[in-house]
Each structure stands twice: as C-alpha cells, then as structure tokens.
C-alpha cells in the first residue's frame, strides 16, 4: 500500500491518500479524540501523540496537528496508522455510525433561495474545498447572511476567511443578489 500525501492551505493539516476509498457517501468530521470513538481509523490515528483533529473525505483523510509538534516528527506514524487500520480489514466508521451527509435543512420562505445556495456550493465550492482537504457545508440563511460550517483543512485554516469573503462570498452574490454576507460558524 502506497499513501500520498499533500499539503493543504492549512499548515498544521496534512491530506493523507491512501489510494481506495475512505467514505463511499459523505464526510466525516472528528474535531475532537472523544468524537473520534466512532471510527476504528481515528482512533489509531488519534493515538499518535499531537494528533488535534481527523476528517474523513471519499478519498482521503486530513490530520490537524498541534502547534508544539513538527509534521517530519508525527508524519511516519500517522502514516502507520493509516497503513496499519486498511491492512487490519476493519471499517473505517464503527457500526452504525452515520456521515455527515452535507447540508443543514432549511425551512421556511426562503427555500428557493436556500437550494440556490446549497446547488452553487455543491457544483463549485465543495469539489474545490475538497481537493484542499475539507468541506464547507450550508448551516443557515438569515436576512441575507449564510452560515457556513468549515472541517477539516478548512477549519482553522489562516486563509478561509479569505475563502469566506473573496471567493464564495463574492460567487454567491454574483448569482443570487439576495446573498449580502456570509459568516463562518463552529458547530
């Protein structure tokens, strides 16, 4: 088995390929060791020390470390870890464990205008987030402000408000003139 990794946006994250798929549907987001219980492969990956947060994509994982931690020191394990959970044949969510499925539902009379929201996210936000290893997913619409909620890369990442801001903010806008702001939230 051959894992790739690759840089994100994020410097205290690190995208691990490891070459077959991590979730066949959604994301799974893990900000926390507790919330990594439920999956056999963030708890081995947890167990390596200055391990701060694990994220689940289709086809790879992202690992947050802690600020006291060098990448060339925590790197190799992480990769045993993941090297060692895919050649162990145990799922990589624990039974009857749901993912993360995207979006938060929305009802009330700005349905159309939420669908509108949430079909440019997922056309031209997700796919992009996605190869920078994370997820940016709908929370909420409120008198003209999205709510957005970032994992993996995304969460934390010195460059997401400019994300935020610059980049969808401004798609959002172009195409629905309803959109006056969009703000980050932690769920």
Known sequence: MFIQTESTPNPATLKFLPGQTVLEVGTADFPTPDAGAKSPLAQRIFAVDGVEAVFFGNDF???????????????PAILGAVMEHYQSGQPVMGEGQKMDS??????????????QIKQLLDT??????????????????????????????????????????MGIENLLRHYIPEVTEVRPVAV
């Open 61 to 75: 994982v992202t690992v947050t470390k802690s600020d006291s931690v060098e990448w060339d020191h925590i790197k």
């Open 124 to 165: 031209r936000v997700r796919p992009a987030v996605a190869q920078d290893g994370g997820d940016i997913t709908f929370h909420g619409f409120d008198r003209g402000v999205v709510y957005l909620h970032m994992q993996g890369a995304c969460a934390g990442c010195p460059s997401s408000t400019l994300t935020l801001k």
């Open 102 to 115: 995207g979006h938060a539902e929305h009802s009330g009379e700005d349905g159309e205008i939420v669908g």
